[in-house]
């Protein structure tokens, strides 16, 4: 894509966000969700193939819909209560609730309604996926933290549950890593609602670290753009070094101590019990090893084992990498090794 | 504390410094001077612990853990130096690191106030020894054997986490010296029964109990020496310090809880033992060894009575050094016939005078010889299991006889006999696998002469 086109789509996609983050009216957030969508599509549509536009179609029509619901549910609720801002829901209506919950989950692609992010992250180029699987979520997120006083705690736990089980699930059969990111971010994505009505900055504190583990993980896959695990099993020819940073990054998503994954895993299973849901806490923490499962089988494929592969290329190290590596090291050092400061992250509110 | 703690962070940069000449001899110099730092600790008051700061402590039950954790580490490196010798500086220094990395976090978990700082350690030990296994065990059964090892240890460990965040909200606090004075007996309730379980199952898991000990044959025999090593003297002993640490909150509920326990233990321990009889794969025969005697740390740990708990302490110990040693002198045979069936290497005592004495003193620690401390761990717990009830000593007695079968098995098939044929050619011993199974030995015959530092907290 030529740069002038580049920029203008892309300072699209950051107004869109950016438009729903600052704003407190109804209409002004729903405009900026439809910018957003609206400018992603020629982003994902990028590369010329028929599975980028098919991908592309799938998004746009579940983004769509779930765009019609939002509105719906904006009316109806400036019908009943006369009013426009986020803060202001009256819990009690069963309707507006209901469909407001379904219409975010839609667009943040959590379970029952998951089933587009797969294909989507999966159709669309590896950066493309990145920026589907992160800044995407940063709007419909920031919605939510807007209006979680009003928000049934009931459905948003169920479908939280629901989402972790199939997140852990759903990567299980999965050989395609773009596949398995998607997989991870819906069990992500389950966690982080599980805990919004109890403690929002929880949230904020489990996206952060979600964030930055998405983007080390899509970053490195992207140096050799390695999309399957048999691929993925050649990296040690290439640079042992980042197989290492493999390892610890899906370590750290998987949510092992002591590296900093666990400690939203930790935080949020403190919250749930304060709040006596215990055998919620317990389910997660459990479903969340099935995740722990697939990192390890690419773990194994990648640092653990030798692919037997012959070495062709000798003079590797003549060529300059090309790849762009956004702030790897930084990131890698705090999506891993910061779990002795967790007390810094109390600041967030 | 961080006078041990920091110098072993400190390895690393030794390490990643030193040249391919001087990365052995820096090792295990400086791992051995970290030993004589951590001696003083041995120094306990009976009934009181000496608090570092609102971190670390170290009272009678942790410090001789301690002890043992850090007399490991040289001995880890010097049995680890034969199979090493053909792989590249890099690749020793990454193994080297992991060595390091696992030791900086056992030190820290037996010496932590804190039980959430506890946990948090005890689940970062899984990491290095899940990367010693799979990356540097030798057969393909290894990755296997690691991720048993790893998702029996995660699936009890999280029940745990759970139920400590639990406590620290409805008692206040998790420290464990705040919790000494603070505990309540808990409520005879189904709920409680459940946090009982969530505590206990982690540890059981760890030690192994007999139903969930599936994972141990498959990580022992799969590991590198130095894994097998540190899974067979220090992390099966995480899950009975777990376990006596957390007794103190799970009054009285343990009466009632603990018999299934108790007695998958019994069954347990004979059935390991017996199994150990028909055993061709001379490491296998070591690691259910494990099994059996830590079934018996598991009965005195739930009878929760003075006697009993002396005795667990006593036999973590004894078995740590007694495992350990067993390890590699199997490993010993393993560097030479490049086998661990026991049937291909026969007759060693001809060939190999002095290492068939340490055999010979490995057999009988483990099957638990006077004077040692195996004997007076297994006394002591045999005897309050009596106490606590008759029938057991029929299991228990039992058992005895069927460990001393199993190690004087283990000893004639390798040692005694007719020599195989084809093993005239094996290497005599060096001298540093004498070293490693003297030294290895000499604790264990020392603390006969004063067994009071190794008897724990009710001495």
Partial sequence: MKLPILTIVMTTIFTGT??????????????????NMLSIIPILTKNQKPRSTEAATKYFLTQATASMLLMFTIVFNAMHSGQWTTTNIDPNNMIVSLTMIIALTMKLGMTPFHFWVPEVTQGVSLMTGMLLLTWQK??????????????????LLLIALMSVLVGGWGGLNQTQLRKILAYSSIAHMGWMMAILTFCPSLTMLNLLIYLMLTIIMFTMLNMNTNTTTLTLSNLWNKSPTITMMILISLLSLGGLPPLTGFLPKWVIIQELTKNNNIAMATVMAIMALLNLYFYMRLIYSTSLTLFPTPNNIKMKWQFQPKKRSLFLSPLIILSTLTLPLSPVFSTLN | MLKIIIPTIMLFPVIWYSNSTLIWINMTSYSLMINLMTLPLLNQAGNNSNNFSLTFFSDSLSSPLLMLTVWLLPLMIMASQHHLMKESLTRKKLYLSMLISLQMFLIMTFSATELILFYILFEATLIPTLIIITR????????????????YTLIGSLPLLVALIYVQISLGSLNYLVMNIWFQDMSSSWSSNLLWLACIMAFMVKMPLYGLHLWLPKAHVEAPIAGSMVLAAVLLKLGGYGMLRLTIILNPTTKIMAYPFIMLCLWGMIMTSSICLRQTDLKSLIAYSSVSHMALVIVAILMQTPWSFMGATALMIAHGLTSSMLFCLANSNYERIHSRTMLLARGLQAFLPLMATWWLLASLTNLALPPFINL???????????????????????????????????????????????????????????????????????????PKIIMGLTY
């Fill in chain 1, 18 to 35: 950016m438009l729903t983050m600052i704003s407190s009216h109804w209409l002004l957030i729903w405009i900026g969700l439809e910018i």
């Fill in chain 1, 138 to 155: 940063l709007a419909p997120i920031s919605i939510m933290m807007q209006m979680f006083t009003s928000i049934n705690s009931i459905i």
């Fill in chain 2, 136 to 151: 540097w065990g030798n057969q393909t059964e290894r990755l296997n054997a690691g991720l048993y090892f790893l998702f």
């Fill in chain 2, 376 to 450: 007076i761990g297994e006394l002591f717990v045999i005897m309050a299991s009596f106490s606590w009830s008759n029938v057991t000593i029929t299991m228990t007695g039992l058992n005895m006889l069927i460990t001393a079968l199993y190690s004087l098995y283990m000893l004639t098939m390798t040692q005694r006999g007719k020599f195989t044929y084809h093993i005239h050619n094996i290497k005599p011993s060096y001298t540093r696998e004498n070293t490693l199974m003297s030294m290895h030995m000499l604790p264990l015959i020392m603390l006969t002469l004063n």
